[in-house]
């Protein structure tokens, strides 16, 4: 059992004790063992499936999983495998991404204002409400339309076919609005962390010690956070899927005939009862990402945690 | 206590100012406006209805002329359904939205809360891993997916519940459960890490030395600070919850308030859409007030500060 | 530990408890059915009840419970009744109608109905200040046009005159011979003037006439509730006329958007009638339930606009190539799946008139025709999009046609999909290659589905414009003869085809679910509810199961 405070205090070695510890943990080292192949299938899977995502057959229709299509067909008679892999990518993307964003924009946001408190932290804090009540579904469409536009310009080609080409403007819209708008819950819960570590002793210590405020906040602050930061993400990366989904449904998400999780789901949805292969498989896949994602995540904490007590 | 109250009271009301200002200029800024329709309407028409509601006078006339009523506890009209005022359509789905996130919210602490601290006390073991397993469907499965498969199972196959609408009580059952378990998930895996972050401290291993119970370990020294960051999130969580869920609502046909943040905006219903996050937005700026307040309580060691 | 655990049991044992106290038992369509109530699916919330407000075919069902025109829509033919006017009848020119109106119809507070009501309602409607969308249906009536224009604020020049009480003639721009059938639409209704007056002035648009307990109406029902997205409930007038005929004692209208959640409430029985029915349950309804499943023809087209602006598009071979590509039966047999035929023309079979079927699938013409506009090699042809609202079977159809045109022709084609409000700015604006669009007829007769493509018309929206159809379209116009005017607006249509602006897809039909409980139900093609002739039996035949 390591003295808490010295372990924060001495970032040298803890990296490393988390990585042995994390290694430890059979369950978050399983899911992420299938985190990668999940991974690795959706980068592969679609190159050799032998079929596109948009390869039709509309004779055949819609039909259950059969040893020509493995998962079975949607009601344009296109692979559900490949869709599903090639889903992945986008959901996966959307879903990293925005959580990166987040991430960073949120505990650097709401460290700072937790820490600072006061009148800095009331005005940091009112900005939030204020991005937190303004009307999402017509902000993410005129930022589509607004930014679409700009995205087709000539000089943007590059960054679009960085992404995959027009079809996908949409989707890199979509990741700017996701991330800027998730931050908002993962800066309050930090905020509200920092705000019971700061009156800890460490911190004073470190105060009457005269180190500088951006040091107490990343090197004492942050890592004590990382706790309900972790599990938090585990939370957003759903959430932005999900979010994704919800978008693709309005028609603001994935633009046809490229799929996602979510569109994928959404469509299964739909079919339901008489098609519950385009339900099954789809959900599959994302239900399994996110439970590994989340024991992942779970481990990770643990790991991380200084005052872990194995 | 009063100081503050009396300087967050000042800084709600900048904020929700400053909510409107944004809210109306974006509204300007989308595409298309009231009154469109598949069949074109000729544009002196047009230009009569537009008259008719004072859309044709520019645009910051019609700003300042929203804030004048607004201080008069005017909402307006709406442009969309003719004939109702945006405080009726507010009155009126208000309280079932409130009744539907109260229940769902009932559901969803009933049900995360505990399974959050047992699996928190009973770290790594099935107590923990089993629950918390389950609470992860509630988040893996989207609203859209659970909704429907609740109405087909408990609603058709086994003939419990009414699979839509929002007449009686047995109307109330599926959407207070799809939206509840949503909500528990989150709640359950919040709660969980929480309480673990607060089970490691020097003070909770003073107590167990000491010789208190397990229970009052939990119950007694830990739940109020491990709840922080629930609590955090459940401020907005539930001015989320009672203003309405698109998705629950729209799967169970419920006339709530959460539709309005939708169709208001895809219609361009400008005055609709305007009051229902006005509505929301002072809904939320309470809610984080009390989210405050609630959080100096439960952690003495943070201040109430201005 | 055990305490906590024996709490979240309880937790769980209560909300358990809870929820089967909460269980039912009855039927709501059986309870319903036994008070004599119709349980309604209709679709969305309306955007009014006043008949000079509303535009669309949801207020349409309501509207026609609270108000009645001058004629009615047949019970099962497609033809019309006498309604308000008992009878009725024109010059040689067509162009005077008189009508002649019942002396017994009456308000639901006892007023006579009088000639004079409609006149006031038509002067209402065309108010500019009211600011009526359907104002232009009323165009018909001498006069109307300029008066709403504001050219002229005498309401005299509208040619609609009151010549006695009971005695209405209404004077048109040029001979109408379906003229009665145009006045089954509400925006020919009457309406209730010292109502209106009392609740505001006479071009007051929000007004509170059309809430329950103001509404004055000389329809069948009346008003009884009304809550916002959830419930309109109109019961028996007993001051209507016809009163005897009318079976229902209620109807109650719930505004369901959701489609599954509508069917899944239809199983679940809380409804008699449904809006429309999931795409992917019509395989099961149609073979396993046939006795309550109805699929009718529905004058409607689905078509394809072309913005003949752009640079590629507005050569007419490159168009004929992209219509010639497009394999219309295997949209409508393995994609849509619920009775839609593959459009020939552009305007489905109607009132006797056939088009000129000019509409085929011929990929090797299209080839051919697309080569002989300069681009026998395909990939340089720049990429264009087909711009579509949000909706999975807009979406579905796109991806289909994405597909045919890049098999078919080589051509890459890009999807955008918008929100509706962006989807019908960018029609107006013109700023779009390729446009999904429908159209449904307002009155059973092609030119519904032609005059829209005159020049300059607000519905044209694909920059197309041509006098010699123009001209045709004007010369129908003047001509009494059925069969003669149809050989010119079929000529009109042959024009329209050999440009190709639009690409006529399919012919709609209607699919919906009723209730063996249900009588009196016939199809109409306008999809019109006589429902005054719709009645329900408390034990039908074969009991609805789930």
Same mark, same amino acid.
């Given at each position: 059992?390591?003295?808490?405070? /010295?372990?924060?205090?001495?970032?040298?070695?803890?990296?490393?004790?988390?990585?042995?510890?994390?290694?430890?943990?059979?369950?978050?080292?399983?899911?992420?063992?299938?985190?990668?192949?999940?991974?690795?299938?959706?980068?592969?899977?679609?190159?050799?499936?032998?079929?596109?995502?948009?390869?039709?057959?509309?004779?055949?229709?819609?039909?259950?999983?059969?040893?020509?299509?493995?998962?079975?067909?949607?009601?344009?008679?296109?692979?559900?495998?490949?869709?599903?892999?090639?889903?992945?990518?986008?959901?996966?993307?959307?879903?990293?991404?925005?959580?990166?964003?987040?991430?960073?924009?949120?505990?650097? &946001?709401?460290?700072?204002?937790?820490?600072?408190?006061?009148?800095?932290?009331?005005?940091?804090?009112?900005?939030?409400?204020?991005? &937190?009540?303004?009307?999402?579904?017509?902000?993410?469409?005129? /930022?589509?339309?607004?930014?679409?536009?700009?995205?087709?310009?000539?000089?943007?080609?590059?960054?679009?076919?960085?992404?995959?080409?027009?079809?996908?403007?949409?989707?890199?819209?979509?990741?700017?609005?996701?991330?800027?708008?998730?931050?908002?819950?993962?800066?309050?819960?930090?905020?509200?962390?920092?705000?019971?570590?700061?009156?800890?002793?460490?911190?004073?210590?470190?105060?009457? /010690?005269?180190?500088?405020?951006?040091?107490?906040?990343?090197?004492?602050?942050?890592?004590?956070?990382?706790?309900?930061?972790?599990? &938090?993400?585990?939370?957003?990366?759903?959430?932005?899927?999900?979010?994704?989904?919800?978008?693709?449904? /309005?028609?603001?998400?994935?633009?046809?005939?490229?799929?996602?999780?979510?569109?994928?789901?959404?469509?299964?949805?739909?079919?339901?009862?008489?098609?519950?292969?385009?339900?099954?498989?789809?959900?599959?896949?994302?239900?399994?990402?996110?439970?590994?994602?989340?024991?992942?995540?779970?481990?990770?904490?643990?790991?991380?945690?200084?005052?872990?007590?194995? | 206590?009063?100081?503050?109250?009396?300087?967050?009271?000042?800084?709600?009301?900048?904020?929700?100012?400053?909510?409107?200002?944004?809210?109306?200029?974006?509204?300007?800024?989308?595409?298309?406006?009231?009154?469109?329709?598949?069949?074109?309407?000729?544009?002196?028409?047009?230009?009569? $209805?537009?008259?008719?509601?004072?859309?044709?006078?520019?645009?910051?006339?019609?700003?300042?002329?929203?804030?004048?009523?607004?201080?008069?506890?005017?909402?307006?009209?709406?442009?969309?359904?003719?004939?109702?005022?945006?405080?009726?359509?507010?009155?009126?789905?208000?309280?079932?939205? =409130?009744?539907?996130?109260?229940?769902?919210?009932?559901?969803?602490?009933?049900?995360?809360?505990?399974?959050?601290?047992?699996?928190?006390?009973?770290?790594?073991?099935?107590?923990?891993?089993?629950?918390?397993?389950?609470? $992860? =469907?509630?988040?893996?499965?989207?609203?859209?997916?659970?909704?429907?498969?609740?109405?087909?199972?408990?609603?058709?196959? =086994?003939?419990?519940?009414?699979?839509?609408?929002?007449?009686?009580?047995?109307?109330?059952?599926?959407?207070?459960?799809?939206?509840?378990?949503?909500?528990?998930?989150?709640?359950?895996?919040?709660?969980?890490?929480?309480?673990?972050?607060?089970?490691?401290?020097?003070?909770?291993?003073?107590?167990?030395?000491?010789?208190?119970?397990?229970?009052?370990?939990?119950?007694?020294?830990?739940?109020?600070?491990?709840?922080?960051?629930?609590?955090?999130?459940?401020?907005?969580?539930?001015?989320?919850?009672?203003?309405?869920?698109?998705?629950?609502?729209?799967?169970?046909?419920?006339?709530?308030?959460?539709?309005?943040?939708?169709?208001?905006?895809?219609?361009?219903?400008?005055?609709?859409?305007?009051?229902?996050?006005?509505?929301?937005?002072? =809904?939320?700026?309470?809610?984080?007030?009390?989210?405050?307040?609630?959080?100096?309580? $439960?952690?003495?060691?943070?201040?109430?500060?201005? | 530990?055990?305490?906590?655990?024996?709490?979240?049991?309880?937790?769980?044992?209560?909300?358990?408890?809870?929820?089967?106290?909460?269980?039912?038992?009855?039927?709501?369509?059986?309870?319903?059915?036994?008070?004599?109530?119709?349980?309604?699916?209709?679709?969305?919330?309306?955007?009014?009840?006043?008949?000079?407000?509303?535009? !669309?075919?949801?207020?349409?069902?309501?509207?026609?419970?609270?108000?009645?025109?001058?004629?009615?829509?047949?019970?099962?033919?497609?033809? #019309?009744?006498?309604?308000?006017?008992?009878?009725?009848?024109?010059?040689?020119?067509?162009?005077?109608?008189?009508?002649?109106?019942?002396?017994?119809?009456?308000?639901?507070?006892?007023?006579?109905?009088?000639?004079?009501?409609?006149?006031?309602?038509?002067?209402?409607?065309?108010?500019?200040?009211?600011?009526?969308?359907? *104002?232009?249906?009323?165009?018909?009536?001498?006069?109307?046009?300029?008066?709403?224009?504001?050219?002229?604020?005498?309401?005299?020049?509208?040619?609609?005159?009151?010549?006695?009480?009971?005695?209405?003639?209404?004077?048109?721009?040029?001979?109408?011979?379906?003229?009665?059938?145009?006045?089954?639409?509400?925006?020919?209704?009457?309406?209730?003037?010292?109502?209106?007056?009392?609740?505001?002035?006479? @071009?007051?648009?929000?007004?509170?006439?059309?809430?329950?307990?103001?509404?004055?109406?000389?329809?069948?029902?009346?008003?009884?509730?009304?809550?916002?997205?959830?419930?309109?409930?109109? #019961?028996?007038?007993?001051?209507?006329?016809?009163?005897?005929?009318?079976?229902?004692?209620?109807?109650?209208?719930?505004?369901?958007?959701?489609?599954?959640?509508?069917?899944?409430?239809?199983?679940?029985?809380?409804?008699?009638?449904?809006?429309?029915?999931?795409?992917?349950?019509?395989?099961?309804?149609?073979?396993?339930?046939?006795?309550?499943?109805?699929?009718?023809?529905?004058?409607?087209?689905?078509?394809?606009?072309?913005?003949?602006?752009?640079?590629?598009?507005?050569?007419?071979?490159?168009?004929?190539?992209?219509?010639?590509?497009?394999?219309?039966?295997?949209?409508?047999?393995?994609?849509?799946?619920?009775?839609?035929?593959?459009?020939?023309?552009?305007?489905?079979?109607?009132?006797?008139?056939? !088009?000129?079927?000019? #509409?085929?699938?011929?990929? #090797?013409?299209?080839?051919?025709?697309?080569?002989?506009?300069?681009? *026998?090699?395909?990939?340089?042809?720049?990429?264009?999009?087909?711009?579509?609202?949000?909706?999975?079977?807009?979406?579905?159809?796109?991806?289909?046609?994405?597909?045919?045109?890049?098999?078919?022709? !080589?051509?890459?084609?890009?999807?955008?999909?918008?929100?509706?409000?962006?989807?019908?700015?960018?029609?107006?604006?013109?700023?779009?290659?390729?446009?999904?669009?429908?159209?449904?007829?307002?009155? %059973?007769?092609?030119?519904?589905?032609?005059?829209?493509?005159?020049?300059?018309?607000?519905?044209?929206?694909?920059?197309?414009?041509?006098?010699?159809?123009?001209?045709?379209?004007?010369?129908?116009?003047?001509?009494?003869?059925?069969?003669?005017?149809?050989?010119?607006?079929?000529? *009109?249509?042959?024009?329209?085809?050999?440009?190709?602006?639009?690409? %006529?897809?399919?012919?709609?039909?209607?699919?919906?679910?009723?209730?063996? *409980?249900?009588?009196?139900?016939?199809?109409?093609?306008? @999809?019109?509810?006589?429902?005054?002739?719709? !009645?329900?039996?408390?034990?039908? %035949?074969?009991?609805?199961?789930?």
């Amino acid at each position: 059992m390591t003295d808490p405070h /010295l372990a924060s205090n001495s970032p040298r070695s803890p990296w490393r004790e988390a990585w042995r510890r994390l290694r430890q943990n059979r369950l978050a080292v399983s899911c992420g063992g299938i985190l990668i192949a999940i991974v690795l299938a959706c980068l592969i899977g679609p190159l050799v499936t032998g079929q596109t995502i948009e390869t039709q057959n509309l004779d055949l229709g819609a039909t259950s999983p059969s040893a020509q299509h493995w998962l079975g067909t949607d009601p344009l008679g296109r692979d559900l495998l490949t869709r599903i892999l090639s889903g992945g990518r986008v959901s996966l993307a959307v879903g990293l991404t925005a959580t990166l964003v987040s991430l960073l924009i949120g505990v650097a &946001y709401g460290a700072t204002s937790g820490f600072l408190g006061g009148r800095a932290d009331a005005i940091m804090m009112r900005i939030v409400e204020i991005l &937190y009540a303004l009307p999402f579904i017509i902000l993410v469409i005129i /930022l589509i339309v607004v930014l679409e536009p700009v995205f087709k310009l000539p000089r943007m080609a590059w960054l679009v076919s960085l992404f995959g080409g027009e079809g996908q403007i949409k989707l890199v819209v979509l990741f700017m609005v996701i991330g800027a708008i998730e931050w908002l819950t993962m800066a309050r819960v930090v905020r509200a962390q920092v705000m019971t570590l700061r009156q800890q002793d460490f911190v004073s210590a470190a105060l009457a /010690l005269g180190v500088p405020k951006w040091k107490i906040i990343l090197r004492h602050l942050v890592p004590n956070c990382l706790g309900p930061v972790i599990v &938090y993400s585990t939370l957003t990366i759903p959430a932005v899927m999900l979010l994704e989904a919800v978008l693709s449904f /309005l028609g603001l998400g994935v633009q046809a005939p490229f799929a996602s999780w979510g569109s994928l789901i959404q469509e299964g949805a739909d079919n339901m009862e008489t098609r519950p292969w385009m339900l099954v498989f789809p959900a599959l896949f994302f239900s399994s990402t996110l439970f590994c994602l989340n024991f992942l995540g779970d481990g990770l904490r643990d790991a991380l945690d200084p005052k872990a007590e194995r | 206590m009063i100081r503050f109250l009396y300087n967050r009271l000042w800084q709600s009301i900048a904020t929700l100012f400053a909510i409107i200002t944004v809210t109306f200029w974006i509204i300007q800024a989308a595409p298309g406006g009231p009154f469109q329709s598949e069949r074109a309407v000729s544009p002196h028409i047009r230009e009569q $209805m537009l008259a008719a509601y004072g859309l044709d006078r520019p645009p910051f006339a019609q700003y300042t002329h929203y804030l004048g009523n607004l201080l008069k506890g005017d909402f307006g009209l709406t442009t969309k359904y003719e004939g109702w005022t945006v405080l009726e359509i507010i009155g009126g789905a208000f309280p079932i939205s =409130l009744q539907l996130g109260l229940l769902g919210m009932a559901f969803a602490l009933t049900f995360g809360l505990p399974v959050g601290i047992i699996a928190a006390a009973r770290k790594n073991s099935a107590a923990d891993w089993l629950p918390m397993s389950i609470s $992860m =469907l509630g988040i893996c499965l989207p609203t859209f997916v659970m909704g429907p498969l609740l109405a087909l199972g408990l609603g058709l196959k =086994l003939n419990l519940f009414n699979v839509a609408g929002w007449y009686g009580w047995s109307d109330r059952v599926l959407p207070s459960l799809t939206l509840g378990l949503f909500y528990a998930a989150y709640i359950a895996r919040m709660t969980r890490a929480g309480m673990l972050e607060v089970l490691s401290r020097d003070f909770v291993r003073t107590a167990r030395a000491k010789g208190v119970s397990e229970t009052a370990v939990l119950l007694r020294h830990s739940l109020k600070i491990g709840l922080t960051p629930v609590i955090a999130f459940l401020g907005p969580a539930m001015a989320g919850m009672v203003t309405g869920s698109f998705v629950v609502e729209n799967i169970f046909q419920v006339p709530g308030l959460g539709q309005h943040f939708v169709s208001a905006a895809r219609n361009s219903d400008y005055t609709l859409l305007l009051g229902v996050t006005v509505f929301y937005a002072t =809904l939320l700026v309470s809610a984080n007030v009390v989210v405050d307040m609630l959080q100096a309580w $439960m952690n003495p060691r943070v201040r109430l500060e201005s | 530990m055990r305490f906590l655990t024996a709490l979240a049991g309880l937790g769980l044992i209560l909300t358990l408890l809870g929820l089967t106290a909460c269980s039912r038992h009855d039927s709501r369509a059986r309870k319903a059915a036994r008070e004599g109530i119709l349980l309604v699916g209709n679709g969305t919330e309306p955007k009014s009840l006043d008949p000079h407000i509303a535009s !669309g075919v949801t207020e349409h069902h309501l509207i026609i419970t609270l108000l009645e025109g001058l004629t009615s829509d047949h019970p099962v033919e497609e033809s #019309v009744v006498p309604a308000a006017a008992a009878r009725w009848e024109a010059n040689d020119t067509l162009d005077e109608w008189t009508f002649h109106l019942r002396p017994e119809a009456k308000w639901s507070n006892g007023d006579p109905v009088t000639a004079q009501d409609f006149v006031w309602a038509y002067q209402r409607l065309l108010t500019p200040s009211l600011g009526g969308e359907y *104002a232009a249906m009323l165009y018909l009536l001498k006069g109307a046009e300029a008066f709403n224009k504001g050219e002229t604020t005498d309401p005299q020049s509208i040619g609609a005159r009151a010549l006695d009480p009971l005695t209405l003639r209404l004077t048109l721009v040029g001979p109408t011979p379906y003229f009665p059938s145009m006045l089954t639409h509400y925006a020919w209704f009457p309406v209730h003037p010292p109502t209106i007056l009392a609740h505001g002035k006479i @071009d007051t648009r929000a007004s509170r006439w059309t809430h329950p307990g103001n509404f004055v109406g000389n329809g069948p029902f009346t008003l009884k509730t009304w809550r916002f997205k959830h419930l309109i409930e109109v #019961v028996r007038n007993p001051h209507y006329w016809d009163a005897a005929t009318v079976k229902l004692n209620g109807i109650r209208f719930l505004p369901i958007d959701n489609i599954p959640a509508e069917e899944r409430m239809f199983r679940d029985g809380q409804l008699h009638l449904t809006e429309t029915v999931p795409l992917d349950k019509i395989e099961h309804w149609r073979t396993k339930q046939a006795d309550s499943y109805y699929e009718n023809p529905y004058l409607a087209v689905y078509f394809y606009r072309i913005n003949v602006t752009h640079p590629q598009l507005k050569d007419p071979r490159v168009r004929h190539a992209l219509s010639l590509a497009i394999d219309r039966e295997a949209i409508t047999k393995n994609i849509m799946k619920a009775g839609q035929s593959p459009a020939t023309g552009l305007v489905p079979p109607v009132a006797g008139y056939t !088009g000129p079927g000019l #509409v085929k699938f011929d990929p #090797v013409e299209a080839r051919r025709l697309l080569a002989e506009a300069g681009y *026998a090699d395909p990939s340089t042809f720049p990429r264009f999009d087909i711009l579509f609202n949000v909706s999975e079977s807009h979406r579905t159809i796109a991806e289909a046609i994405q597909q045919m045109w890049n098999k078919n022709l !080589g051509l890459n084609v890009g999807l955008n999909s918008q929100d509706w409000g962006v989807y019908l700015d960018a029609q107006q604006r013109l700023d779009f290659n390729v446009s999904r669009a429908a159209w449904t007829a307002d009155y %059973p007769d092609p030119m519904t589905f032609l005059d829209m493509w005159t020049t300059g018309n607000g519905n044209n929206m694909t920059g197309w414009s041509r006098p010699e159809f123009d001209a045709l379209i004007a010369q129908a116009r003047t001509i009494r003869d059925t069969s003669e005017r149809f050989t010119v607006l079929k000529e *009109a249509e042959s024009l329209l085809l050999q440009d190709m602006p639009v690409i %006529p897809l399919y012919i709609y039909v209607r699919n919906y679910l009723v209730s063996p *409980a249900v009588t009196g139900w016939h199809p109409k093609l306008l @999809d019109s509810r006589p429902w005054k002739h719709v !009645g329900l039996q408390v034990d039908p %035949p074969s009991p609805h199961t789930p």
